[in-house]
């Protein structure tokens, strides 16, 4: 079984400020994890992925995420926030096994920064 | 630069039409994908592409068929619209379908069916 709850549904910022997007996982296997941004009328474009090699994964523009294992969890951050960021960010898990590739999104979480 | 290339970006249809939803890429991409995107739904696999040649469903096939045309191209089909197939439909594709394997995604198409 596998599965991901990101626990905002939405997160509103002032910018500046640092942000924070939180996401819990669990998977029967060794999963990867991928965080996407879509921005309006867009497709989804990869911000960062982990692999099961560093804990704490550089993005673009700024992201990251730390994998915890034994908190099952995958927070995306970035310690000042700008008006480009606003945008709906999707966590995702996939994992090969039981003979095929899984992969879950998120319900996402749309980031609102506030001038 | 294309990378995914979906036609077209929007279409309306009336219940019982149907149509074909097209999609291609240009990063010599072994595995395309499906999906629907629904308000607060994520995005729900449709049908995916592992290989030239091959396809599987994938979380919500009914009412969808798919064709791999080649290794570039894979086309989503709608043999009769219903007012539930309402959705963003987003084409994506990968190198292969390791877990690791990152997806590559188009800009969606838009369809309403009245």
């Known amino acids: 079984a596998q599965s991901v709850t990101q626990l905002d549904s939405h997160v509103s910022v002032s910018e500046g400020t640092p942000v924070l997007l939180r996401c819990n996982y669990s998977s029967s296997y060794s999963p990867s994890l991928f965080w996407y941004v879509q921005h309006p009328n867009k497709g989804l474009q990869l911000l960062l992925k982990?692999?099961?090699?560093a804990t704490l994964v550089k993005g673009i523009n700024g992201f990251e995420a730390e994998f915890k294992k034994s908190e099952t969890s995958f927070h995306l951050t970035k310690p000042s926030a700008h008006m480009s960021d606003a945008a709906e960010y999707f966590c995702v898990v996939s994992a090969w096994g039981g003979g095929y590739q899984k992969v879950t999104f998120g319900t996402g979480t749309k980031l609102q920064v506030i001038p | 630069n294309a990378g995914v290339t979906q036609t077209p970006k929007f279409q309306v249809l009336k219940t019982g039409q149907s149509m074909t939803l097209q999609c291609a890429q240009d990063m010599n991409h072994n595995s395309m994908y499906w999906y629907r995107q629904d308000p607060g739904m994520g995005l729900r696999l449709i049908y995916y592409s592992a290989s030239e040649g091959t396809t599987d469903k994938g979380e919500v096939p009914n009412g969808y068929n798919v064709s791999r045309l080649n290794k570039r191209e894979f086309s989503l089909r709608l043999e009769s619209a219903a007012p539930s197939q309402t959705s963003v439909y987003f084409c994506a594709s990968s190198l292969g379908t390791g877990g690791n394997q990152p997806q590559h995604f188009g800009d969606g198409t838009r369809l309403s069916i009245l």
């Open positions: 982990y692999t099961s090699a």
